[in-house]
């Protein structure tokens, strides 16, 4: 009981001292209505709404620059862009596109307003130096003119000095942003700074989080990257808040001569990263051309401003990306420009074909395979004479043997390795190709993203919340086409050597976990492919392939003279010689 009123005491003592110091703060301390400075920034988004929305706001000075009396809003709009100014920070406001929804979850579908800029999620500024003080755009309140496709903001200092940001709207999701001045005193170079919370569009939110980057160009273009934090010291063209399929770009005519970018993920069902940027201006000067490009990453877009735009779509490195550009993109827009199919089927029908000219390599792997089903006997047979022998022995006595039947042990893998190419292009083809975007086919409302049969409570790590039935196609048919293929391998012929077989069927439940979120127009292209290749082997071992003749072929092989060794038996056949020297070396040490 004591303690407890010690502590009620002790209590009141803190309250009352507390009391005091409020007290002695609010009467000496605080500064009096009339001593604040005359330049004000409001402290939060609601005083500055309310300031900037009051009908009798008094023309204010910032600087050396005279603040309009009250906010303006300007809409510039075409069939493509719906484009809302502010005249507080001459800005942009919202910016809509007008031919693209965003995904509803509730509704399952795109039915939602497609915006990539809102007053919530965007933050414009140019800072300067005129006449030794500092000033921010943000805190002016512009004077407004506008025509049919232009917007003109206007400030002047008191001195006559003059600052007019001009926005244009142009063609193809592109907007002119000039800045220009007339008797200002810049001393420094400008610095642009543009924030933006890049807003969730998309179904599969793991998809659209990863494909959501800072792209840039360097200076003339010379080349196109993506950070996800750099400071570049070198002269940048442009900038894109890149995402899936929808960019800002901001570029200059005038390349930035220097650039900071910092990207950071948010934990928010509406935002997916935040974007910051701040860049200086190519010289002191404030004036500077710019454009603004806010729209599809659609190559064919994109390409029409010739500014490397297309860059940011991520279709692959060098021989992937040639492929998608070159080949399947063009495939997949003749095929959907006939207007005779849905999405879902031109896949079906560009499967076909890319099997159909892929069909004589994989002709050529299942017949090397057939041919190591053949030798597989004698191969058994080496292996058994040779299990207690030096493994050097039995290696040379295997090439002895594919020697005479005039067989490369390698033309399996040949094959496969040309395939590659096209399976890792396709990987990056259907998650970035807007043409996709919004296409359902069967069950799938999305095949640029994930398909769900069912929701599951709860997430799995790497595989997610729902199961993929596409998916799980996809594995079932690779399993099918691995237990038939799986006949040309061979048993590991020494102690402790791994069973590619098992690993083979091992694959399927790996892909189940790691393309689970991936677009589903990719699985049903890969389902399809597997299909096809199914019954293409089963084709080729019915009325292609005959085993009897080929092992008749390689015993007539052993009858002929010897033709002289290859280069990669004799590249072995040297390894092997100075590993046999080497071992030798040991055992006489």
């Given at each position: ?418 395939q590659m190419p096209i399976f890792l292009a396709l990987f990056n083809l ?5 043409n996709l975007r919004g296409k359902s086919f069967l069950w799938a409302d ?73 677009a589903s127009g990719l699985s049903w292209y890969y389902f399809v492919s ?60």
């Amino acid at each position: 009981m004591e303690e407890n009123k010690k502590f009620d005491v002790n209590s009141i003592i803190g309250f009352a001292l507390i009391g005091l110091i409020m007290f002695v703060y609010f009467n000496w301390f605080m500064p009096k209505p009339e001593d604040k400075p005359v330049e004000k920034q409001a402290t939060t988004q609601t005083e500055q709404v309310v300031e900037n929305k009051s009908a009798n706001t008094i023309p204010a000075m910032t600087g050396n620059f005279a603040s309009a009396a009250s906010e303006k809003e300007v809409v510039l709009q075409d069939d493509l862009l719906n484009l809302t100014f502010s005249s507080k920070g001459a800005k942009i406001k919202t910016a809509e596109i007008k031919q693209y929804q965003s995904y509803e979850k509730k509704e399952e579908d795109h039915h939602g307003k497609l915006l990539l800029i809102t007053e919530e999620n965007a933050n414009f500024n140019i800072k300067f130096t005129e006449n030794g003080q500092v000033v921010n755009t943000r805190d002016l309140i512009f004077n407004t003119t506008q025509t049919d496709k232009q917007v003109v903001f206007s400030t002047q200092t008191n001195s006559g000095g003059k600052l007019k940001i001009v926005y244009t709207l142009k063609e193809n999701y592109l907007v002119d942003f000039d800045v220009q001045t007339e008797g200002l005193t810049i001393t420094e170079k400008p610095i642009i700074q543009f924030d933006l919370k890049a807003l969730a569009h998309e179904k599969g939110r793991s998809e659209e989080l990863r494909r959501t980057e800072f792209y840039y160009a360097l200076d003339n273009l010379g080349d196109v990257d993506y950070t996800q934090s750099d400071t570049n010291e070198e002269k940048v063209d442009w900038i894109a808040y890149k995402g899936q399929f929808f960019s800002v770009i901001l570029d200059s005519e005038k390349a930035f001569n220097s650039s900071k970018m910092v990207l950071t993920n948010i934990d928010d069902s509406l935002y997916l990263k935040q974007f910051e940027m701040e860049s200086t201006f190519a010289d002191d000067s404030l004036n500077a051309n710019m454009q603004w490009y806010i729209g599809p990453n659609d190559m064919d877009i994109m390409k029409l401003h010739d500014r490397d735009y297309q860059e940011v779509i991520p279709f692959g490195w060098f021989i992937f990306g040639i492929l998608n550009k070159w080949f399947f993109i063009p495939m997949y827009k003749f095929l959907a420009g006939l207007g005779w199919f849905g999405a879902g089927i031109v896949i079906m029908i560009m499967t076909i074909i890319v099997k159909l000219v892929t069909a004589p390599i994989m002709y050529k792997q299942y017949k090397q395979g057939a041919i190591m089903r053949v030798l597989r006997p004698e191969l058994d047979e080496i292996n058994e004479k040779h299990k207690d022998s030096d493994a050097m022995k039995k290696q040379q006595a295997t090439m002895e043997l594919y020697r005479k039947a005039g067989v490369n042990p390698m033309a399996g893998c040949i094959p496969a390795l040309l395939q590659m190419p096209i399976f890792l292009a396709l990987f990056n083809l259907f998650p970035n190709l807007i043409n996709l975007r919004g296409k359902s086919f069967l069950w799938a409302d999305d095949l640029s993203a994930y398909d769900s049969i069912v929701e599951l409570p709860f997430n799995i790590p790497l595989y997610g919340a729902h199961v993929s039935l596409f998916t799980l196609m996809y594995a079932v048919s690779m399993f099918i086409y691995t237990r038939l293929s799986s006949s040309n391998m061979q048993q590991p012929s020494q102690p402790g050597m791994p069973d590619m077989r098992y690993i083979m069927y091992f694959m399927p439940v790996m892909l189940v976990v790691w393309i689970n979120s991936y677009a589903s127009g990719l699985s049903w292209y890969y389902f399809v492919s597997n299909t096809i290749s199914i019954i293409l082997v089963l084709v080729i071992k019915k009325f292609f392939i005959d085993e009897d003749k080929i092992h008749a072929q390689l015993q007539e092989n052993k009858k002929k003279p010897q033709k002289k060794k290859g280069r990669f038996a004799q590249m072995l056949e040297e390894a092997q010689r100075q590993q046999a020297q080497q071992a030798a070396a040991r055992k006489k040490k």
